[in-house]
């Protein structure tokens, strides 16, 4: 596809279960980025790849919080023992490296823990 | 510590006029800012960026200004028009010249346009 794609749209799970959250950039983009947004808030960064390792991860909450970019294309957010405070719309991003490039965003997993 | 805030958690415009959302931040090494639109349901839209090297950028209806003495930015539209009916969130980044960088958002500010 043309865009960022992240699957699945919506996620309901019970506390302490454990959910995967998928992306799959543009296509050639080797910038990756996860943010969370809580209601009425903006996006939060929690993780950045370049390429297949993680540039930048202090943005991860806790040690619950995991990312993977195995071949440098699609990611996946992993979050053990789920908690209700992870309930957000979990965003995937992607860029092209280089000056005054512009993040795409996909249209987020909203997650929900019940 | 919210390093990028804008303080108008909504707006309302007549069609046709001006819309002026407001940014302030408080890092000094940000230096690369871009504007973000969101409708319900979707993931954040790029909207339009400027470096700290200009103090304006203009395309089509849509023009940012960078005040950064007083760490200020503001995003004009004009005129306004309905399906500019969103969220708009102010994001910052420091190191522009070092390719990419993490992105720290505003709260958003939701403008509605009335016809």
């Known amino acids: 596809g043309a865009g960022v794609s992240q699957t699945p749209s919506n996620k309901v799970t019970e506390k302490g279960k454990y959910v995967e959250l998928r992306c799959d950039p543009i296509s050639g983009h080797t910038a990756l980025y996860w943010y969370r947004q809580s209601l009425g808030q903006g996006p939060e960064f929690l993780i950045y790849?370049?390429?297949?390792?993680?540039?930048?991860d202090s943005g991860l909450p806790n040690d619950r919080f995991f990312a993977v970019r195995p071949e440098g294309s699609v990611s996946t957010l992993k979050i053990q023992r789920t908690e209700r405070g992870d309930s957000a719309v979990y965003l995937c991003?992607?860029?092209?490296?280089?000056?005054?490039?512009?993040?795409?965003f996909g249209q987020g997993t909203r997650l929900t823990v019940v | 510590d919210q390093q990028v805030k804008q303080n108008s958690p909504s707006l309302s415009v007549q069609e046709g006029r001006i819309s002026i959302l407001n940014c302030d931040y408080t890092n000094s090494m940000f230096d690369y800012f871009l504007w973000y639109k969101k409708y319900p349901a979707e993931g954040p839209t790029f909207l339009i960026s400027?470096?700290?090297?200009?103090d304006k950028n203009e395309d089509g209806r849509f023009t940012v200004f960078l005040n950064k003495s007083a760490k200020h930015l503001s995003l004009h539209i004009v005129p306004s028009q309905p399906g500019d009916s969103a969220v708009y969130f102010c994001?910052?980044?420091?190191?522009f010249g070092q390719g990419a960088q993490k992105l720290v958002f505003g709260q958003g500010t939701r403008l509605t346009i009335n016809p």
């Open positions: 991003a992607s860029k092209l490296s280089g000056l005054g490039t512009e993040a795409f």
């Open positions: 994001a910052a980044s420091a190191g």
């Open positions: 400027i470096s700290s090297i200009k």
């Open positions: 790849f370049q390429g297949t390792g993680a540039a930048d």
